[in-house]
Structure formats: C-alpha cells, structure tokens
C-alpha cells in the first residue's frame, strides 16, 4: 500500500495533503463553534427601570447572565428597580454574554449630620444637600445672631454633629431674627405653670435662662413659677422693662406657693 502511494505521481499525494489539510480545519472550526455557539447572537432588553427581581428572571430567561454590579440610592427614583444596565439596551452581543446592572437600595443609607450651629442659613441650606439631608421647619427666635443658625434639631430634639442620621431625614432650623429696639413691661410668670410661662416668653420673643427647681420636681411642665428674675417692679415700685431677645430666670416648684395674680414687689434673692 505504501508503495502505490509512493508510485503516485507527487501533484496526487500534494492534492490528497491538501484535502485532509482543509478537512482537519473544517472539523477543528465546527467545534469551536459548537463549543463556543459561535453565531449565536442576541439583543439586549431594555431593562433599566424594572424591579430588579424581574429585570434579572427577564435577562436569564433570554440566555443571559446576570450581575449586581453595584447596589447604591438615590431618592428621585423607585427604591428597588434597575438604574442601569451594561451593554446598553438593544445591544447585540453573545449568547451568555454577561449583563452588568446598578440596582437602586430598598433601605436609605445613614449620613453624618452636619455642624450648622453657627453657619448662616444659606449656607446651612448648602451642607443640607451635600449630605443628602432636608430643611424641616425654621423657627425664627429673637438673638443677636441674626439670620445664623442657634439650634439644629431632628424630632423636635437638638441632634449633635456626626450623629448618624438616615438620608433623607428633615431637619428643623431655629435661626436668629436679630434683636427689636422696642421695649415691652416685664411679664408676670409667678404663679404659671413651667409651660405656661415658657410659652409666654416664646410667644413675647423673650428667652427662658435658668430655671432653678425649689425641692424635688417630679413633673417640670407643670410645676409652678415660684419666683422670677428680672421682677415686674423694682423696690421704687416703678415697672421694669425688658428687651425683646433678653432671658429671664425663673425659680419653679412643684406646689404653688404664691397665688396666681401675684405682684408682689418683694426683691427676689438669689439661692
């Protein structure tokens, strides 16, 4: 056998070389494409702005692979869906090319709260944003600070710098209002409940200063005015004004001692 092959002219084996050549490729080429489903392609679905849960049954259903690239939050969109998608939609790729998807969190981060006390409204409003806080309410109070920031509060409660705090939360402003020139009479507290006279002065741009409890006070809001710093009176028993944005200092108790209409011009001592 091997003889009659050799006895063959040259160009006949050269040919028969050339064949089997072409048929080893061929064979080797449709493997790899049975390998690799070389050909096999497909568009890639639109899928930002889904659930993320369908968006990824969708994906997989269709032949592709899925992966949560990165999971972030944003409070302009739906919490849970897909933000982006890579390739983008519509793309053609490859059967069980892998699709990469930015999801948007179910639960808001935690953010630092910010230092405002002290800063001027615009720019508390600024370091708001950048840490991905809200205003709440602002409350003007009379203060020599005007248009600065006196208290910052979350829930009705002063809420100190580097609490964490979730993103998004409104946060409540108590800014200064600068102090009037007019004078009003000093008001009458003895006698009040400790809420009684905390509202007057809020409601006369009068502050509350030190409040020095007389005996053992198990409730504060409705123990009573006992004494009151400056008096209504001085010992001429001509009145005394105050200034809109001064404190007053009250003493309080838990029984009233005095009656309630008192005017007494008794000069108050300190403890």
Do not use: C
Not at 10 to 37: E, R, Y
Not at 191 to 205: D, I, N, P, Q, V
Not at 217 to 226: E, L, M, R
Not at 241 to 246: L, M, P, T, V
């Amino acid at each position: 056998m091997f003889k009659f092959i050799t006895n063959k002219p040259f160009w006949v084996n050269l040919l028969a070389a050339i064949i089997l050549a072409v048929l080893f490729v061929f064979l080797v080429l449709k493997t790899l494409s049975w390998i690799t489903k070389h050909g096999e392609y497909l568009k890639v679905p639109a899928i930002t702005g889904m659930k993320t849960d369908e968006a990824i049954a969708l994906l997989k259903k269709q032949g592709f692979d899925v992966y949560i690239q990165d999971s972030v939050f944003t409070d302009t969109a739906k919490r849970g869906i897909v933000l982006k998608q890579l390739p983008d939609p519509n793309a053609t790729v490859k059967i069980n090319r892998t699709v990469f998807i930015t999801v948007n969190r179910y639960t808001p981060p935690l953010v630092s709260m910010p230092k405002l006390e002290g800063q001027n409204l615009s720019f508390a409003l600024t370091m708001l944003e950048r840490n991905h806080l809200k205003l709440g309410d602002t409350i003007y109070k009379p203060d020599f600070m005007m248009g600065s920031v006196l208290e910052q509060q979350y829930n009705g409660v002063r809420i100190p710098e580097k609490t964490k705090i979730q993103w998004g939360s409104h946060i409540t402003l108590i800014i200064g209002a600068g102090l009037q020139d007019k004078q009003m009479l000093v008001p009458s507290l003895v006698g009040l409940t400790y809420t009684e006279a905390k509202a007057m002065l809020e409601s006369s741009g009068i502050g509350l200063g030190a409040v020095v409890p007389d005996g053992p006070i198990t409730d504060t809001a409705a123990a009573y005015v006992i004494q009151q710093r400056p008096d209504r009176f001085d010992e001429n028993q001509a009145p005394i004004y105050i200034q809109s944005g001064q404190l007053m200092d009250i003493w309080i108790s838990q029984v009233m001692k005095v009656a309630k209409d008192s005017t007494s011009t008794k000069k108050n001592e300190l403890p």
